[in-house]
């Protein structure tokens, strides 16, 4: 089946820094991938679409230049968490999806604590 | 605007005791139901795509099945390690690539 991969699993960095968060897609092109940030016992809330190639589509309230996204090939998409406060500490998931309606995998998540 | 609710919030069993957890939805125009589970610190893991009203897929001790209005995850005499909880997301035509979750139902199976 499909298998996307994100890396770090876990991360603890210092309020100011900047984290980079990587979501790969093992078995399959993905044009398209999502990220989510999920609080606890909540459901996944979409931050953005990323597309390859282009910049990305962010939802309503996600700040572009807080949360940067980056897709330059078909099997990475990367997050790039910038200037982290406590506020940012949360638990960040991407998806993938082949085309038309296929449902998405997801990767196993990154837990980001910010101090 | 599409909309998906899951409902109980929270359900407890004890193990063998089988239940049913529902899922309601609101699109114009449904292209794919999917059924998640995720444990805790871990992504959704992919269980079910349901496609059409009178659709049902089956795997191991829980079957989906899917109306025009709302979606059902039959959990058949389940076990402890059936305990995680269970999103439903629904994709509409007029969401465009968007895929909407509910909040899920998180299922606890005591021994």
């Known amino acids: 089946g499909a298998v996307v991969s994100q890396h770090p699993s876990w991360v603890i960095c210092k309020s100011g820094t900047s984290v980079k968060i990587e979501c790969r897609s093992l078995?399959?092109?993905?044009?398209?991938m999502f990220w989510y940030r999920q609080f606890p016992k909540q459901s996944l809330m979409l931050m953005a679409t990323s597309n390859e190639g282009s910049k990305a589509t962010y939802e309503q309230g996600v700040e572009k230049d807080k949360f940067l996204i980056n897709h330059a090939s078909l099997t990475l998409s990367t997050l790039t968490v910038t200037s982290a406060h406590p506020e940012d500490s949360s638990f960040y998931i991407c998806?993938?999806?082949?085309?038309?309606?296929?449902?998405?995998?997801f990767g196993n998540g990154t837990r980001l604590t910010v101090t | 605007e599409d909309q998906v609710t899951q409902s109980p919030e929270a359900l407890r069993l004890q193990e063998g005791e089988s239940s049913s957890l529902n899922c309601s939805y609101t699109?114009?125009?449904?292209?794919?139901l999917f059924w998640y589970r995720q444990d805790p610190g871990k992504g959704p893991e992919f269980l079910f795509t349901l496609y059409s009203a009178g659709e049902e897929k089956e795997k191991e001790r829980l079957k989906a099945t899917l109306t025009k209005k709302e979606s059902f995850l039959h959990i058949t005499a389940p076990k402890p390690e059936d305990s995680a909880t269970y999103l439903c997301?629904?994709?509409?035509?007029?969401?465009?690539?968007?895929?909407?979750f509910g909040s899920g139902t998180r299922l606890s199976i005591r021994p």
């Open positions: 078995d399959f092109q993905a044009t398209t």
């Open positions: 998806s993938a999806g082949r085309q038309g309606n296929s449902p998405l995998h």
């Open positions: 699109v114009s125009g449904l292209r794919g």
């Open positions: 997301a629904v994709h509409g035509y007029s969401s465009a690539s968007k895929i909407i």
